[in-house]
């Protein structure tokens, strides 16, 4: 039997030093945690998915090591403590580990659920984490990533634990990357939002970081007490991520009480004070967020709002039917996992390192989602801001649509744009579109609509075939909304239209189980000086269900793209010169009308298509 060269091919019965491996308890997007074993104690063993290298772009070694070292730095009752640390399986170039006791529990909202805790129970729970909250605070540090996934509650006396301090801020520590903290995506407060838009304005300040400040962890706080109340997400992560941006930087969360109605009112307020979006305007502290807590729980703890016991998602129809857009946190689904085969124990191999096979990197991927919010959300925040952080004093009596697939700028009728590191850095994140919203000058980027569709994920071209949709071109009209007319006829009169980059509504006409019907369907345009260019993703049936999608836009002649009122236009298409949107990025289209082509399952029809001739693109 081959010996274990990669933290991914380590199974049960493999040893990492003297530790046996009983089973693997999660992969995140850049380390493995393992339930092991010594001399009879159970133990967790967190394990960095890369080696110590200087080709790390990401720099997983170095976060590893200053996760170790935070926690090294601390000592409380609700903090894991590292009883071992090194490297594997050689001693000096191999994978980064360290050792903690063994928590028999569950995440923070699954043992909500699972245990049908009341609020009070709840609640009571939150507060003892922020004592946690508070010491690190006092010290000068900052976790950067509080969220109910890394809020641990133990089986038997729920004591809650903080673990993953993989992105946390340590006073005078060594400046691994310029920018952003790390963090959860939809965890960022307001103020790492207009950071990112500082950072592309005409003089961003050289060498800018966002200083880790406690009030960051307060937001946080509030985005877990929100989910507490009301099961949802303050701001929904299904919309195309420069919705989300915008969202937490400008838009007021909904009313906890609103999603549900028998939340206490004083814990509605004391969370959206969390979730303002002004530092100054949060509660001052960690220690002042427990204290009004408990007393809050010592006031109304009893009543019936505090007794209730805890919903599951799936439980909060009313929410769901009143706020068909809203958020609704997902349970874990209880399936079947693929066994892990058996080994017998091993000695440590020799140092020497293993490729990744294909079918291995894509089950790490498909586990990788299933943990957290990795991708763009790693790759946007994942750059450590190391301004340090004044301590808290002590105080007495007082916390997505993915971005287009793209091809090479088409400069043949666009001068170049002079670009930036780190709105190159955007657009390849975000697109064009977004980049342009947040203050990049930005070159058009034609997308590969060929490219789009080859790689639709196979639960996007199940659905014409689920939903019955009869194979062919299907009509299609660009929704007012999208769009704003450039004469006195109307864009439901079928009148040219000022549109510009970004997200588009449509319907589609098809025929769908022998009926024929209008579909909404969402996604993104690209403009450029000749073509727009429309990648649709999502679907939506008449009673809200919605389905993801892999679709274009076509013009008449069976090409990728809608021509231009600029480089082609109709007889009849009225246009007054005075109503044209003449900023950045906008063009004008003839008419709301274009064809849609969606991509099926391997053997459904899908018409043949082909690019416009070079000067028409």
């Known amino acids: 039997m081959s010996r274990p060269l990669h933290p991914h091919q380590l199974r049960p019965g493999h040893y990492i030093r003297d530790f046996l491996i009983v089973r693997r308890l999660g992969v995140g997007g850049f380390s493995f945690v393992f339930l092991v074993e010594r001399e009879g104690h159970r133990c967790s063993l967190k394990m960095a998915a890369r080696p110590v290298s200087k080709e790390d772009e990401d720099r997983v070694d170095d976060w590893m090591r200053r996760e170790v070292a935070s926690l090294e730095h601390m000592e409380h009752p609700h903090l894991l403590p590292v009883l071992e640390r090194g490297r594997w399986p050689d001693p000096e170039t191999g994978y ?26 709840s609640v009571g729970v939150v507060c003892e984490f922020l004592k946690t909250l ?28 903080l673990i993953d301090f993989g992105t946390v801020h340590l006073p005078c520590a060594l400046v691994l990357t310029d920018g952003l903290a790390p963090g959860t995506l939809h965890c960022q407060p307001p103020e790492a939002v207009l950071f990112l838009a500082s ?50 930087a400008s838009t007021p969360p909904l009313e906890p009480g609103r999603l549900a109605p028998g939340a206490p009112e004083s814990l509605c307020g004391l969370t959206l004070r969390l979730l303002a979006k ?26 019936a709002s505090w007794q209730a016991p805890a919903q599951r998602p799936a439980e909060c129809t009313r929410a769901r039917e009143l706020f ?48 957290g919010v990795l991708g763009i959300g790693w790759m946007l925040l994942r750059a450590e801001p190391t301004a340090p952080v004044t301590p808290a004093h002590s105080e007495k009596g007082s916390s997505p649509m993915p971005p287009l697939a793209t091809e090479a700028p088409d400069t043949s009728s666009t001068p170049p744009v002079a670009g930036s ?37 196979p639960e996007a071209r199940a659905t014409p075939v689920k939903l019955g949709i009869k194979p062919d071109e299907q009509g299609s009209f660009i929704e007012p909304e999208s769009g704003t007319p450039v004469s006195d006829e109307s864009i439901e009169d079928g009148g040219a239209l000022n549109l510009k980059p970004g997200p588009i509504t449509a319907s589609m006409f098809v025929e769908m189980n022998g009926q024929e019907l209008y579909l909404k369907i969402t996604g993104e345009a690209v403009t450029m000086p000749h073509r727009v260019y429309i990648q649709f993703d999502r679907l939506y049936l008449s009673d809200g269900t919605t389905y993801p999608i892999c679709g274009v836009a076509l013009d008449g002649l069976h090409q990728y793209g809608i021509p231009t009122y600029a480089k082609f236009p109709m007889h009849g298409a009225k246009v007054d010169p005075a109503r044209v949107d003449k900023s950045p990025g906008s063009v004008v289209l003839n008419d709301p009308r274009f064809e849609t082509v969606l991509q099926g399952p391997e053997g459904y029809y899908v018409p043949r298509v082909s690019l416009a001739p070079p000067d028409w693109r």
């Not at 058009?444 to 789009?452: A, E, K, L, M, T």
């Open 96 to 121: 980064t580990y360290f050792v903690t006791p063994y928590v028999s529990g569950s995440t923070f909202h699954v043992w909500r659920w699972h245990e049908r805790a009341t609020l009070q129970r």
């Open 134 to 161: 508070e010491v690190l605070h006092e010290r000068g540090m900052c976790h950067r990533d509080v969220k109910a996934e890394n809020l641990l509650v133990r089986e038997g006396d729920d004591a809650p634990f």
């Open 199 to 248: 950072l592309l304005s005409a003089d961003p300040p050289r060498d800018a970081r966002l200083e880790a400040r406690p009030a960051a962890d307060l937001y946080a706080v509030g985005v877990l007490l929100y989910e507490t109340l009301t099961n949802c997400r303050p701001f929904s992560t299904r919309v195309p991520l420069e919705h989300l941006l915008a969202a937490i």
């Open 278 to 303: 002004e530092p100054a305007q949060r509660p001052p502290s960690a220690r002042a967020v427990r204290e009004e807590l408990e007393r809050l729980l010592g006031e109304e703890g009893h009543t």
């Open 324 to 371: 068909p857009d809203v958020d609704l946190l997902e349970e874990p689904r209880e399936e079947p996992t693929e066994p892990e085969p058996s080994a017998p124990p091993l000695e440590n191999p020799p140092p020497e390192r293993a490729g990744w096979t294909g079918r291995r990197l894509r089950r790490l991927a498909a586990l990788a989602l299933g943990l």
């Open 421 to 457: 590191r780190r709105c190159a850095l955007l657009t390849s994140l975000l697109g064009a579109a977004t980049a342009q919203m947040l203050g990049c000058a930005t070159a058009p980027v034609r997308p590969d609509p060929i490219g789009y569709l080859a790689s639709c994920s």
